[in-house]
């Protein structure tokens, strides 16, 4: 299992997702995303806290699903020694620019 912080969330997004976005969309900004980290490793209740456009949001709510797709799992919250579920809230930024620029770097 692997622990679900920031940093190894975006390294799974950056990693394993397509944005999806049509070019008439033109929208940058961040959805606020939030779920469970089960006991399992898995997650459960995604929810959008803040919404950027349903394009985006649509595409934030799959990333986080896709989660469960991994043969790994996420490594779940302890709490006195025992795996607790634990309320998770990540910002997905969508930025055209920062697109743009991983696409010349290949």
Same mark, same amino acid.
């Not at 912080?5 to 997702?17: A, M």
């Not at 995604?46 to 790994?72: F, G, P, T, W």
């Not at 020694?81 to 010349?104: A, G, H, M, P, Q």
């Given at each position: 299992?692997?622990? /679900?912080?920031?940093?190894? +969330?975006?390294?799974?997004? &950056?990693? %394993?997702?397509?944005?999806?976005?049509?070019?008439? $969309?033109?929208?940058?900004?961040?959805?606020?995303?939030?779920?469970?980290?089960?006991?399992?490793?898995?997650?459960?209740?995604?929810?959008?806290?803040?919404?950027?456009?349903?394009? /985006?949001?649509?595409?934030? +709510?799959?990333?986080?699903? &896709?989660? %469960?797709?991994?043969?790994?799992?996420?490594?779940? $919250?302890?709490?006195?020694?025992?795996?607790?579920?634990?309320?998770?809230?990540?910002?997905?930024?969508?930025?055209?620019?920062?697109?743009?620029?991983?696409?010349?770097?290949?």
């Amino acid at each position: 299992a692997i622990k /679900c912080n920031n940093l190894e +969330l975006k390294n799974y997004i &950056s990693d %394993n997702w397509v944005i999806r976005l049509k070019r008439e $969309a033109g929208v940058e900004g961040v959805v606020q995303v939030g779920f469970i980290i089960e006991k399992d490793g898995s997650v459960s209740n995604i929810k959008i806290i803040h919404s950027l456009s349903d394009v /985006c949001d649509r595409a934030a +709510l799959q990333v986080i699903q &896709s989660m %469960n797709d991994l043969e790994y799992g996420w490594e779940p $919250a302890q709490l006195r020694e025992r795996f607790v579920d634990y309320f998770y809230t990540f910002d997905i930024e969508f930025s055209l620019k920062k697109e743009k620029k991983r696409r010349l770097k290949k």
